[in-house]
């Protein structure tokens, strides 16, 4: 059983920064999405398994960060820059896959967490 733990949300005003760490129990592929109240789930960011690749929405793209420490298995997302749009339960997600590929759809992910709530004060 893959198990996914999210941690480093909270409380931030406009401007300021959050880092969110996502503690994996193996190696995989693997997205941050976000979810805001009676909205769809988004996709924030995501990276391959051998953190060669990353890919972002425009929204985040000059804001977010993606990276991996795979001696860890874990996965972190830097948001600076926050902006009160950015208030959303925030999900790590893996997929089971290797290599250089990047999953950027919600469908697609196998694993989820439990998810870290970001709330950004105007």
């Known amino acids: 059983q893959v198990q996914l733990v999210e941690s480093g949300g909270g409380l931030v005003q406009a401007g300021g920064s959050l880092r969110l760490s996502c503690a994996a129990s193996g190696r995989y592929a693997m997205g941050w999405f976000r979810q805001a109240p009676g909205k769809e789930r988004e996709f924030v960011a995501a990276?391959?398994?051998?953190?060669?690749?990353?890919y972002y929405p425009d929204s985040v793209k000059d804001r977010f960060r993606i990276s991996r420490d795979n001696t860890k298995n874990t996965v972190y997302l830097q948001m600076n820059s926050l902006k009160p749009e950015d208030t959303a339960v925030y999900y790590c997600?893996?997929?089971?896959?290797?290599?250089?590929?990047?999953?950027?759809?919600?469908?697609?992910?196998?694993?989820w967490g439990q998810g870290t709530q970001v709330t950004v004060s105007s």
């Open positions: 997600a893996a997929k089971n896959t290797g290599g250089f590929i990047v999953v950027v759809t919600v469908g697609a992910y196998d694993y």
């Open positions: 990276i391959s398994s051998s953190g060669g690749r990353s």
